[in-house]
């Protein structure tokens, strides 16, 4: 424990030093952070205009030839389907619409299935014959209990001595220095 103390109280000092010393890296970098005047730069030295360099002129490019124009392809005519007919043609062109067998007729009273007769249960359980209950007496004999004790019922007060008095004003304690 006293070694632990001794190496706080070091590392303490040793900041202290640090910190508080006019020598103290911490103290030089609080005086420049306070120095904010600009230093005074020299002015830039004039450069002297330097010749633009001739570049040769751009070479002339061949004209793009001219492609012959194509055939346009002739595509054969659209096949007419009759569905697709537009409603300001004729009614001739109208195809008629395929008839559909009729549907077959399924019977709406299906015949119900014999079930076999469910076998009869018997309402009248035969019911089974319990042995008769023992008999309970009645009748128990009352234990009998010792008297209770006599508490009085005045019971002597005791005395307690007086309180001491304690005095309402302290005693004044002198002052330090």
Same mark, same amino acid.
Do not use: W
């Given at each position: ?105 399924? &019977?709406? %009273? $299906? #015949?119900?299935? +014999?079930?076999? =007769? *469910?076998? @009869? !249960?018997? /309402? ?12 309970? &007496?009645? %009748? $128990? #004999?009352?234990? +009998?209990?010792? =008297? *209770?004790? @006599? !508490?009085? /019922? ?12 304690? &005095?309402?004003?302290? #005693?004044?304690?002198?002052?330090? =220095?």
């Amino acid at each position: 424990m006293a070694s632990n103390t001794a190496l706080l109280f070091t590392f303490s000092l040793l900041l202290a030093l640090v910190f508080s010393n006019n020598y103290s890296p911490c103290h030089a970098a609080r005086l420049l952070l306070e120095d904010t005047e600009e230093p005074e730069l020299p002015p830039f030295p004039e450069f002297p205009d330097l010749p633009k360099p001739e570049l040769p002129p751009l070479p002339e490019l061949p004209p793009f030839p001219e492609f012959p124009a194509f055939p346009k392809p002739e595509f054969p005519p659209l096949p007419e389907f009759p569905t697709l007919t537009k409603q300001g043609e004729s009614n001739s062109a109208k195809v008629e619409e395929p008839k559909l067998p009729p549907l077959p007729e399924f &019977p709406h %009273d $299906f #015949p119900k299935p +014999e079930l076999p =007769p *469910l076998p @009869e !249960i018997p /309402h009248d359980f035969p019911k089974p014959e319990l042995p008769p209950l023992p008999e309970i &007496p009645h %009748d $128990f #004999p009352k234990p +009998e209990l010792p =008297p *209770l004790p @006599e !508490i009085p /019922h005045d019971l002597p007060k005791l005395e307690l001595p007086p309180l001491p008095e304690i &005095p309402h004003l302290l #005693p004044e304690e002198p002052k330090h =220095p």
